[in-house]
């Protein structure tokens, strides 16, 4: 019995160090891969904080040259009412007024008691026009800033600006737990700072630090955190990685099973011959308007549907479909279809829309813009019943030439939605740059909406985001009724999820529109009758009072 037990151990032996090599070497890449990752947050997160305070300044001595250009430099009556109408107009001012040599404030709008404090230093004769300082004034962890703009006759103008301008906390939730952000001016005179990671009380190999200066002002913004806090994040995928290489061990000293090892163009050969056969088929989830429950359309989603019946989700097969270029064809022909099922209803009914996935590879060049053409030119769906979704899980590769493809098709009258936004790589960014119509808040924060405050704020600042910028906004994976009355609390009229309906085949989407038609068409009828009995109420009194 030795020799098979033998056998069986020098297999083992060759599976751990042929397994360990991997997980050694894809541990280190974790962590560099980390590592990187983080520093380039941090990166985004000194800039965005250096951004804030070169506008506050910037638009601060705007206002301040102004005032010297019209001749507006006094303390007199007239000159303290256009003070007092800049600092009602402009949000980011808090007083104005007027300094003499030695920095102590003349006026100041509005009215506060002069305490004959400097808060400026003396002027200089070579010194610049422009000054920047700090008051004691704080507001979640930031200073009241000071600018002045010299005179030359020994006064200078000085705004003073509100610390919320600068009191910002952007970065990804796994690092704002962990760091310390602070904003300097010049070497040492504190701005602004949050967080409170101390980098001294920690081995400094083992700390991240990260210092942006500004290209305009003497400012620097310096964003500390610790490496452990990068690494949690893959931790998840080391535990995968670990997992996978034990896998492989097995493997190796049990041979696997057929599956495991069949040449990937059989698999492939099957995923083209599913495309060909029409497997990839449209499901239909209703988007609701939840103020009045009327449909507003729908969101196309993929289904494989396997000739056994079987209903496959995309979460297992749309990567695969994406990496190897099929989706091009599956997104092709799930717009054919949806336009050969839904033609007739649409038409029909011309303010419901049809939203159509697609993904970062759609916008690497125009074929997109002639499929869709293609597909919805000749149909019986119009291009303004068209929207076409952009995630933002994954990232654009050419934010200029997807910017020019999304200009193409909203020219057509197509619109287009940010889908899962908050959740991946574009941010602030895709809705500066890329012309978004709409935004489609993701599912993770919805199902916290009632019970975390943060989420509220968040989709609040969305809502609000959205108002500004002249977007639709439309809440996604919505479940409940609690749900429901959170979100239009917060001004939220459009969503879609299980609360009202799951993606469905298109037979049941219709009968589905349909009864909603119904409902709503027997309320309207009931509201007519109740409003005709009442009249007719109204009409009995009054004939009975004349009586």
């Not at 303390?75 to 104005?96: H, P, S, W």
């Not at 006759?153 to 952007?170: K, N, W």
């Not at 942006?212 to 893959?234: D, E, F, G, H």
């Amino acid at each position: 019995m030795t020799g098979p037990y033998l056998i069986f151990a020098r297999a083992v032996a060759i599976a751990i160090v042929l397994a360990a090599a991997p997980l050694f070497a894809a541990n280190m890449v974790l962590n560099n891969y980390a590592v990187s990752q983080a520093r380039s947050e941090m990166e985004g997160m000194g800039q965005r904080h250096i951004q804030r305070a070169e506008e506050a300044i910037s638009d601060t001595v705007t206002v301040l040259q102004r005032l010297d250009r019209d001749d507006v430099q006094t303390c007199e009556t007239g000159d303290r009412l256009i003070y007092q109408k800049l600092v009602a107009e402009m949000g980011m001012i808090d007083a104005l007024g007027l300094v003499d040599a030695s920095g102590r404030r003349m006026c100041i709008v509005p009215d506060i008691e002069l305490t004959g404090d400097a808060i400026l230093p003396s002027v200089r004769p070579d010194g610049p026009l422009v000054g920047i300082g700090m008051l004691d004034r704080e507001y979640l962890g930031a200073r009241a800033a000071v600018i002045s703009w010299d005179l030359r006759d020994g006064t200078r103008l000085f705004a003073e600006v509100t610390p919320a301008v600068i009191a910002s906390d952007p970065g990804p939730d796994y690092l704002l737990s962990y760091r310390r952000s602070e904003l300097h001016l010049g070497d040492n005179l504190f701005w602004y700072g949050v967080g409170g990671y101390n980098s001294a009380a920690t081995n400094p190999d083992d700390t991240i630090v990260v210092s942006i200066w500004s290209q305009n002002y003497p400012l620097r913004a310096t964003v500390i955190a610790p490496r452990s806090a990068a690494i949690q994040v893959v931790q998840p995928l080391k535990v995968v990685a670990f997992l996978a290489f034990v896998g492989m061990a097995v493997l190796f000293v049990a041979i696997s099973v057929w599956f495991s090892w069949r040449p990937e163009t059989e698999a492939n050969d099957e995923f083209v011959a599913a495309i060909k056969n029409g497997e990839f088929i449209p499901y239909y989830q209703p988007v609701i308007d939840i103020e009045t429950g009327k449909l507003r359309g729908c969101e196309v989603l993929m289904r494989w549907k396997r000739p056994n019946g079987d209903v496959i989700s995309p979460g297992q097969f749309m990567s695969y479909a994406e990496s190897r270029g099929h989706i091009y064809d599956m997104t092709r022909h799930i717009m054919t279809q949806s336009c050969e099922e839904m033609g007739q209803f649409y038409s029909e009914r011309p303010d419901l829309k049809l939203s159509i996935n697609l993904f970062a590879g759609h916008f690497l060049d125009r074929e997109i813009i002639s499929d869709i053409k293609g597909a919805f030119e000749n149909s019986n769906i119009s291009f303004q019943q068209i929207v076409v979704e952009v995630t933002e899980r994954h990232p654009l590769s050419d934010l200029d030439l997807a910017r020019k493809i999304i200009a193409e098709l909203q020219a057509l009258g197509v619109r287009v939605a940010l889908d899962d936004v908050g959740t991946g790589h574009g941010g602030m960014a895709y809705l500066q740059k890329l012309g978004i119509d709409i935004i489609k808040v993701d599912k993770m924060f919805i199902d916290t909406i009632g019970t975390d405050d943060n989420t509220s704020t968040i989709v609040d600042s969305l809502v609000e985001l959205a108002d500004n910028l002249g977007m639709g906004i439309i809440a996604e994976g919505v479940e409940t009724e609690e749900q429901v009355q959170r979100l239009l609390e917060l001004g939220v009229t459009a969503a879609q999820g299980y609360r009202f309906a799951p993606p469905m085949p298109a037979r049941e989407y219709l009968a589905y529109a349909e009864d909603l038609e119904e409902k709503e068409r027997e309320a309207e009828r009931l509201a007519a009758e109740a409003e005709a009995a009442s009249r007719a109420a109204a009409g009995s009194a009054m004939e009975g009072a004349a009586a």
